[in-house]
């Protein structure tokens, strides 16, 4: 089967974050007020092939640790779908 | 004594040529060993140099670890030999898990390229052995993601075990405590974001990399 994977990389709790700290800086400028808490992440796109969902978040995860977030600041949330099959 | 530095290219480095130059002003011999090899030659130290490898894609570091070289290195680490990560080096020795913490965005947003002063915290380093303690160094940063973070338990360990081997004295990135250059607990692998080999001649204003660069020489 083939999956569909959505990765979301944020910084983690407690983790300056220049980008998010600019951005939520210039809301004012543009008239939006009362927006707050401005986080930036990434997300990361990508399919995978295992036989069930399990297999696949279980190789998701592995890849997360150990590639697509490093640890040591960034934590990381999955979404995964099975892709429907062709006929 | 002559020693042999192996200077560590990845696609995208571009300052191995500058850390081959500046060995050899101070007697030593270099060469340049590419990402695919999974040897390091008959190397003394090795340096992993500065510059943009893989692109610096997903983060700085992050692909460049899994390159066949790297595992050479940390097996030459492993066996105490001096491993030097000099700004892009820096970050790959983090990401390989060879040094503690990560390098992430200068507070401001700004790359900084401007010469700094770094105290030297500590002379038991491979990079420091051969400078004096309370010395402040003048050597030039040309950076983006350089504010080096920790856990706090990891800053208590760097601190407790005298690993922070090189401060700034006018924090220009937001690095927690200051810190420039830090060093594993073996004390032989060591890095730090300014370019020391850029301040190994007088014409490029500053002659202070000198001592760190002599330190593994």
Redesign the interface.
């Known amino acids: 089967m083939t999956f569909e994977v959505l990765v979301n990389v944020s910084?983690r709790p407690g983790?300056?974050d220049?980008?998010g700290a600019?951005i939520e800086r210039a809301l004012p400028a543009l008239g939006f007020a009362g927006v707050g808490h401005v986080r930036v992440g990434k997300s990361i796109a990508f399919t995978v092939d295992a036989d069930d969902e399990a297999a696949a978040r279980s190789t998701v995860e592995d890849l997360c640790h150990r590639?697509?977030t490093?640890p040591?600041?960034e934590d990381s949330s999955i979404s995964i779908a099975a892709v429907a099959p062709v006929d | 004594m002559a020693r042999h530095v192996a200077v560590v290219r990845f696609p995208g480095t571009n300052c191995e040529f500058d850390v081959v130059e500046a060995v050899e002003s101070l007697g030593g011999t270099a060469e340049i060993v590419f990402h695919d090899r999974s040897d390091l030659g008959a190397a003394d130290a090795v340096v992993v140099a500065g510059g943009f490898a893989h692109g610096d894609y997903l983060r700085p570091g992050a692909i460049a670890r899994f390159s066949p070289v790297m595992s050479a290195v940390a097996e030459f680490a492993a066996a105490g030999g001096p491993v030097i990560g000099i700004c892009n080096g820096f970050q790959v020795l983090t990401e390989a898990g060879l040094l503690p913490g990560a390098l992430q965005k200068n507070a401001g947003l700004k790359f900084r390229c401007e010469m700094v002063e770094l105290r030297v915290e500590s002379t038991d380093s491979s990079l420091t052995n051969a400078a004096s303690r309370g010395a402040v160094l003048r050597v030039p940063i040309n950076h983006f993601e350089g504010n080096y973070t920790c856990s706090a338990e990891t800053l208590a360990e760097l601190r407790g075990e005298d690993r922070v081997v090189l401060r700034y004295v006018d924090n220009p990135n937001g690095s927690v405590d200051d810190i420039a250059g830090v060093c594993n607990a073996g004390r032989n692998v060591v890095g730090l974001m300014p370019h020391p080999e850029r301040a190994c001649h007088e014409l490029l204003g500053s002659t202070d990399g000198r001592p760190l660069l002599a330190s593994f020489l």
């Open positions: 910084l983790i300056a220049p980008q600019t590639f697509l490093n040591v600041i």
